[in-house]
């Protein structure tokens, strides 16, 4: 199952606009941290969880990325 941006499954962890402490975003693949919001980076919901990946291990591994999706994503 896809989300889109902004769909909210309880498990976001994006900073949140009401200064609540959050947990640090990083890539599910090789560890790296984000400082704050990456835009470029891929989130993809595995079994009800929120999974990042950074630019690097997202272009590494788009064609396991797209074949998961539903044909109407792309």
């Known amino acids: ?10 498990t976001d962890s994006a900073p949140r606009s ?3 402490a959050d947990e640090r975003i990083v890539c599910a693949h090789c560890g790296t941290p984000a400082d704050g919001p990456q835009p470029t980076w891929t989130c993809s ?18 064609r396991a990325i797209e074949g998961r999706l539903d044909s109407a994503w792309w």
């Not at 199952?1 to 309880?10: C, E, K, Y």
């Not at 919901?45 to 788009?62: K, P, Q, T, W």
């Open 1 to 10: 199952m896809t989300s889109l941006p902004g769909d909210s499954d309880g």
């Open 18 to 20: 009401d200064g609540g």
């Open 45 to 62: 919901v595995e079994n009800g969880a929120r999974h990042y990946f950074c630019d690097s291990c997202a272009r590494s591994n788009l």
